[in-house]
C-alpha cells in the first residue's frame, strides 16, 4: 500500500488512459470526475506515475471488466478520425468468460474489432460512452457496427449481427464459422481451450485476436459434437490443446487426433501454462517469445472475461503474449524469472537496444503496485558487460 501522501487520485477516459503524469486534463474551469469519486479541477496536480505508468509499464486502471474492454478499446482506438474508427465492435456479456475469449478473434484481421462488454442484456456506462467515442463505421455497405455475442446486450441504435449459441461449444463453433466467412477461408490451425478451467483458458484470447485462429472448447474427458464438427469444417487442421492433461485428457486428444494434427501446449499451474504458452512457437503458429524486444499483457488469473476484454492489446502496439499474476496480485516466481530470460541488454548503447513493454490489466487489487514495479525492473534493458541487479 502506498504511504498517504503518495495516494494517487486517478482520472476517467482520455487522461487516465494517457497516464500523465504531474498533468490535468480539461481547460481552466472544466472539472473531471475521477474513480473514487472525487472531482478534479483543470490545473490541479494529479499524480499518475508510478501507479498508472512506469518506464516500461502501463496500467489499464480499472475495476470492472467493462471498463477494462472500454479502455483497451480506446488505447487500440484513440481518436474520432474515421481512419481510427473500428469498422465493428464485439459485445459480449461479461459473466461468459468462454464468450469473450471465443469472440476474441474478431479482432484479428480484417474487421480488427475490439471487444465490449455487457451486463446481461444491459450496456454498462464505460461500454455505453466506448461505443459512442468509437464509433463503428460497419464493415462495407452491409456490415455490421456491431457482432453481438450469445446473450449479450446492443445499442438500438446501430447494425447490429447477432451470433448465437446456447452453450460455450455452439457458440465458439459459429464464431469461428463467421470468422472463415469474413476471412474467406478457414483457419490452418485451431486452439482447443478448456471449458471448465478458465484461467488455463486465458491465454488463448491473446492469440486469437493476433492470428484470426479460432478458440474452440472442450470439456475434461469428452470432445463435444460442436467442437468436433467446427474442427471438421477446417479440414484436417493443426491442433493445439492448451493446458495440461489434468484439464483436457487423453481421452480428449486421442478424439482430437482423428481430426487433424495435434499438438498440447500446458503445464500447471496456470502462470506456467501461459509461459508454456508463451515460449512456444510451432511454424507460423505460436508467439515464439523467448528473447526481448516485445509486448506482454499481465492479468490476474481470477478475472478470465479480463482475457477477451484486454486481446486488442495482443494484437496492436507492441503485440505479445498474455500472462498471469497469482489470485493476490502478486507476481508468481515462475513469471519473474521468465521476464529475467527475456530481459534485454546491451552492449555499448541502449539507444541501439531493443525494448520490452507491459501493459497492466485491472487495479492495484488485480495486480499489485509491488508486482508492476517488478515488472518494470524485469524488463528493464540493462548493459550486458555487468550484472544486472533484479528485485
Known sequence: ?????????????????????????????????????????????????????????????ATSPAEIAADAARAVYPAAQQSQRPLSVVIADSANWQATISGAVLMAAPLHAPMLLSSGTQLPAATQSALTALAPTGAGKDG?????????????????LSIAGNDPFTLAAHIDAYEARIVGRWSSAVV????????????????????GDSVLFSGRD????????????????RIYILGPPS???????????????????????????????????DGDFGWG???????????????????????????????????????????????????????????????????????IIGDPVAVSYRAQATIDSLLEIAPVTSAAATP
Not at 482423428?258 to 504458452?277: D, E, H, M
Not at 490476474?300 to 486481446?311: C, H, R, V
Not at 486488442?312 to 503474449?321: D, E, F, H, M, R
Request: net charge positive.
Open 222 to 237: 469428452q470432445l463435444p459434437p460442436a467442437t468436433a464438427a467446427a474442427i471438421k469444417a477446417h479440414g484436417k487442421p
Open 1 to 61: 500500500m502506498l504511504p498517504t501522501s503518495l495516494r494517487v487520485i486517478t482520472i476517467t477516459g482520455a487522461c487516465a488512459l494517457a497516464a500523465i503524469a504531474l498533468a490535468s486534463c480539461g481547460r481552466a474551469g472544466d472539472t473531471n470526475s475521477t474513480g473514487n469519486g472525487a472531482q478534479v479541477t483543470a490545473g490541479q496536480t494529479v499524480a499518475a506515475i508510478p501507479t498508472a505508468a512506469t518506464k516500461n509499464t502501463t496500467r489499464v486502471w
Open 144 to 160: 455490421p457496427q456491431v457482432i453481438k455475442l450469445g446473450v449479450a446486450g446492443a445499442p438500438a441504435s446501430l447494425k447490429t
Open 192 to 211: 482447443i481451450a478448456s471449458s471448465d478451467s478458465p484461467a488455463m483458458a486465458m491465454p488463448a484470447a491473446a492469440w486469437a485476436a493476433k492470428s
Open 247 to 281: 484439464t483436457i485428457s487423453e481421452n480428449v486428444l486421442a478424439q482430437l487426433s482423428k481430426l487433424g494434427q495435434v499438438t498440447r501446449v500446458g503445464a500447471r499451474p496456470a502462470s506456467a501454462n501461459a509461459i508454456a504458452f508463451a515460449r512456444f512457437r
Open 289 to 359: 517469445v523467448v528473447d526481448p524486444g516485445h509486448g506482454l499483457v499481465f492479468t490476474n488469473s481470477l478475472q478470465p472475461s479480463s482475457a477477451g476484454a484486454a486481446a486488442p492489446l495482443s494484437a496492436s502496439g507492441s503485440y505479445g503474449p498474455m500472462l498471469l499474476v497469482g489470485r493476490d496480485g502478486n507476481l508468481p516466481p515462475d513469471v519473474a524469472n521468465y521476464l529475467r530470460d527475456i530481459r534485454p541488454g546491451y552492449s555499448a548503447d541502449p539507444v541501439r537496444g531493443v525494448y520490452n513493454h507491459a501493459w
